[in-house]
C-alpha cells in the first residue's frame, strides 16, 4: 500500500510540475530571434530587430534572442528568463555563445520587468554588473516612455559590440560615465544661459527664445532628445543573408541582471 501511495504521489507531483513547466514558451516554430508574444512591438520593428540579429548571429554565430511577455507566470524575472533561455537552447552548444533579453512590459497591475541572461561562455564579455547597467541606463528609461524598440535596439546594438569584442566592459562603463557627466554639464550650461537671457528680456516683454528664433521649449526637447538617443549608440550593424536557423543547445550558469520600472 505504501508503495503505491508513494507512486500515486510521485506521479502527482511530476504532473504539477509538468504544468509548471509548460507555462515556458515553447521554442519558436519557424525559429526566430525576436519573438514578441506580448505584439508589443510594430511588425516593421520586429522585422528590423530580427534582421540584425540574424546578421550578427550569420557574422560571429553569438544568438541573442529578444523575448517579450505578458506575463512571468509567477516565476521571477531571472528564473523565467534562465528557464527559457535553457529550454530553447540559445546560442551554440559547446560555446554557450547566446544571450536573452526578456522583456515583461509594465502593466496597470503590475510592474515592467527586464533581464539579460548570458551564456557560459559570454559570463565573462558581459559581465553581472554591466548587464544590470545596460538595462538600467538604455533599457529602462525608453521603456518608462513607451518606447519599447528604441531600448531594445540600442541594448542589442551594446550587446553585440561587447560580444564582438570592438570595446570591453571597462570603456563601456567609462564611456557612458563621461556622457553621464557632459550631459549634466550642457545642462547647467543650457540653464544657465536661458536663465541669463529671460533676465536680460523679461523687462522687454519679448518673446524668450535661444538663438535666431529657436523657442525655450524647443530648444529644450531639442537639448532632451540628444540626451536620450546618446545611450546605447554603440554599434551599427546592418541586416542581410537568409532565414534564421534554429538555436544550436546552448547553456547557461546563472549570469546575468535584471532590472524593473
Known amino acids: 500500500m505504501k508503495r503505491i501511495f508513494y507512486s500515486i504521489n510521485f ?3 511530476i ?3 509538468s504544468c509548471y513547466a509548460d507555462d515556458i514558451p515553447d521554442r519558436p ?7 514578441d508574444f506580448a505584439n508589443l512591438l510594430r511588425s516593421e520593428d520586429v522585422i528590423n530587430l530580427e534582421k540584425k540579429l540574424l546578421d550578427f548571429n550569420d557574422q560571429t554565430s553569438t544568438q ?14 531571472a528564473e523565467f528568463t534562465y528557464r527559457l533561455a535553457e529550454k530553447w537552447g540559445v546560442g551554440q552548444k559547446g560555446k554557450n555563445n547566446g544571450i536573452v533579453v526578456m522583456v515583461k512590459p509594465k502593466t496597470s497591475s503590475s510592474p515592467g520587468q527586464a533581464f539579460i541572461a548570458t551564456g557560459y561562455g559570454l559570463e565573462a564579455v558581459v559581465p553581472d554588473a554591466l548587464a544590470k547597467r545596460i538595462i538600467e541606463v538604455v533599457m529602462i528609461p525608453e521603456f518608462k516612455v513607451n518606447n519599447y524598440y528604441a531600448g531594445l535596439d540600442s541594448a542589442t546594438n551594446v550587446l553585440m559590440s561587447l560580444t564582438k569584442g570592438e570595446f570591453t566592459a571597462e570603456e563601456y562603463n567609462q564611456k557612458t560615465n563621461a556622457e553621464k557627466g557632459s550631459s549634466i554639464a550642457v545642462a547647467i550650461i543650457f540653464f544657465v544661459i536661458f536663465f541669463f537671457i529671460f533676465f536680460i528680456r523679461g523687462r522687454k516683454g519679448r ?6 528664433g529657436i523657442p525655450f521649449w524647443i530648444a529644450l526637447s531639442m537639448l532632451g532628445s540628444t540626451r536620450r538617443s546618446s545611450g546605447g549608440s554603440f554599434g ?18 546563472g549570469g546575468g541582471a535584471g532590472g524593473s520600472w
Request: cysteine-free; glycine content about 24%; overall charge positive.
Open 11 to 13: 506521479l502527482l507531483l
Open 15 to 17: 504532473s504539477f510540475l
Open 29 to 35: 516554430s519557424p525559429p526566430r530571434l525576436v519573438n
Open 64 to 77: 541573442i534572442a529578444v523575448v517579450i511577455v505578458n506575463d512571468l507566470h509567477g516565476y521571477d524575472r
Open 207 to 212: 518673446q524668450h527664445s535661444i538663438g535666431r
Open 236 to 253: 551599427n550593424f546592418t541586416s542581410g543573408g537568409g532565414g534564421f536557423g534554429g538555436f544550436g543547445g546552448g547553456s547557461f550558469g
